[in-house]
């Protein structure tokens, strides 16, 4: 399987810079798997496309503003910190720039008389100058946009790049598939006689690195932290005890589900890769949004949907001009 295979051109206007003026209001690609037709609509409508009486898992993580602007005090001169993971009450691993010029135990500053130090410049681990470092983020932190929307962060993306029902802090990239959800939308869904069951997944930068191996079946999936809560596990079981059909909010529900599925253990570290030729055992529908080429995520809505109808759907996508990526569109494969 070659990583060419999961490549294509996309013009850069279809790059989505700006959410939809209304979540819900996005466009929808349809794609059945039975019919391996494809239709159009927009999200609000997807109702009309989920089995009746499913049950949708969604990611309740919550993105962090987990990007800080400072200085050093010893020039002054600016310096991007870029919070990955949590090592420590204090520190994290962390992503900085300009990097080569940060010295080991150098001070940096950041608004409001915060302080950190680069405590370890092997493993970048930045150490702050006091504990609540998620409640510092809250007020001065900046929304971890994704490297393909060039433009600065804006007050609205704290709203804007985070679900409705996030609720669990750890992630700094959004389950981006459940931006689409309005909470009348859910509403409504309940009242049809759906049900919501949360997971949690906390998606970290790994999520943007690109497969680099031509062999896809050789590239090295990075590690991300699931929970499935007891109640979550007692919907999954009545769903699937009733033989009522699960649908994945989103590539992080599902690589959650599908672990759960092969490990049994409600909470884990995960790195599986689903790539064409994987088996479904637990996710009968996904919801998503479209995924950069030669991408994981691509890999695992092609094994899904199967690589020449996925194929086939992304083409028709960009003919019809639909909006990529985080702020964009989305599609059901049912």
Do not use: W
Not at 235 to 249: D, H, I, P, Y
Request: neutral net charge; glycine residues 8%.
């Amino acid at each position: 399987m070659h990583l060419r295979d999961f490549d294509y051109d996309l013009p850069v206007e279809r790059i989505a810079q700006y959410p939809s003026s209304s979540r819900d209001e996005a466009r929808l690609l349809v794609v059945d798997r039975q019919t391996r037709g494809i239709t159009h609509d927009i999200f609000r409508n997807i109702g009309r496309y989920l089995p009746s009486s499913s049950l949708l898992v969604i990611n309740d993580s919550r993105v962090i503003p987990a990007r800080l602007l400072g200085t050093k005090l010893r020039s002054g001169g600016q310096v991007e910190v870029f919070l990955l993971k949590r090592t420590g009450a204090r520190s994290f691993e962390a992503m900085l720039r300009p990097f080569k010029k940060i010295r080991e135990n150098e001070t940096l500053v950041f608004p409001g008389g915060v302080n950190a130090m680069l405590t370890d410049r092997e493993r970048r681990v930045v150490e702050f100058d006091r504990d609540d470092v998620l409640g510092y983020l809250a007020k001065h932190g900046h929304i971890p946009l994704p490297p393909y929307i060039r433009r600065p962060d804006a007050p609205s993306d704290r709203i804007d790049y985070q679900t409705v029902y996030a609720r669990v802090p750890g992630s700094v990239a959004a389950p981006t598939a459940g931006l689409h959800f309005t909470e009348g939308l859910m509403a409504s869904l309940q009242s049809a006689g759906h049900v919501f069951a949360g997971v949690t997944l906390h998606v970290n930068y790994g999520t943007f690195k690109p497969v680099e191996v031509e062999d896809v079946v050789s590239h090295r999936m990075h590690l991300e932290h699931y929970e499935i809560p007891a109640a979550s596990r007692d919907a999954l079981s009545t769903v699937r005890g009733r033989g009522g059909k699960v649908v994945a909010v989103g590539t992080t529900s599902c690589r959650t589900l599908e672990a759960f599925a092969r490990t049994g253990r409600p909470e884990d570290d995960t790195d599986i890769f689903l790539y064409p030729g994987a088996v479904f055992r637990m996710t009968d529908v996904l919801v998503t949004n479209f995924h950069l080429p030669r991408s994981t995520l691509l890999m695992l809505v092609s094994a899904f949907g199967g690589p020449e109808l996925i194929r086939q759907a992304y083409h028709e996508a960009i003919l019809e001009k639909y909006r990529f990526y985080s702020y964009g569109d989305a599609m059901i494969v049912t």
